[in-house]
């Protein structure tokens, strides 16, 4: 009896064990804050483009939480979003572009405007549905903050494509991703100021 006495008590306590991690967890997720941008870094969010990750939903204008793994899923799992803009023209086509302006870091930003996508001739009616099928002349790269650089703004510009223009990328700048002059591309295409823009931010998930 003494045997069995104790192995009761045993199952009781893992029991509880498990109870406690099954409501940490709980807690962990109901404790998720999803912090907006302000300031500055809100301003740059208008027109109403959304970005689409799995789970976790429209991250315009946002931190990217520590909870559900969402900084390292952003990092290592999770490809290109999806892109809406409700305000789209379906005949129309348009340029977008994400970068980083902080790269390697806000504090110094020597290779900012770090191009992590670019994409021509999507569709207005592919950006009502968030399903881009455009020309792709950088592949989509997933946002890494470098570990002890702190947050990083990843920027999204959407411009309408003129009709006259065959954008593409110079040799040179085919050749690398950071020091990118978004001032000499868009003068180069004649593009107009951009129709809508939003960011988020993350920081290394390791942290």
């Known amino acids: 009896m003494k045997g069995f006495t104790t192995v009761v008590h045993l199952a009781a306590v893992f029991g509880l064990l498990a109870h406690g991690v099954e409501a940490s967890m709980k807690d ?14 809100a301003d740059f969010c208008w027109g109403n483009l959304e970005i689409i990750y799995p789970d976790l939903g429209d991250a315009s204008c946002m931190y990217i939480p520590r909870c559900g793994q969402y900084r390292e899923r952003i990092s290592k799992e ?8 409700p305000e789209a023209e379906k005949d129309e086509n348009y340029v977008l572009i994400m970068m980083d302006p902080d790269a390697p870091s806000s ?6 405007n770090w191009r992590h996508w670019l994409v021509r001739d999507i569709r207005g009616s592919d950006l009502l549905t968030g399903d881009l099928k455009g020309n792709i002349l950088s592949e989509y790269r997933r946002p890494t903050p470098p570990p002890k650089t702190g947050y990083h703004r990843y920027q999204f510009l959407l411009y ?12 040179e700048e085919r050749a690398t ?21 939003t960011q988020y931010r993350t920081a290394n998930f390791n942290e």
Not at 28 to 41: K, Q, T
């Open 28 to 41: 962990e997720e109901a404790m998720c804050i999803y912090e907006r941008l302000s300031g500055e870094d």
């Open 78 to 85: 999770w490809g290109s979003p999806k892109v809406m803009f």
């Open 107 to 112: 504090a110094d930003p020597k290779f900012q």
């Open 160 to 171: 309408k494509q003129p009709a006259n223009q065959d954008i593409s990328l110079t040799e």
């Open 177 to 197: 991703y950071g020091s990118w002059s978004l001032k000499r591309f868009t003068e180069r295409y004649e593009l107009p100021p951009p129709v809508a823009t």
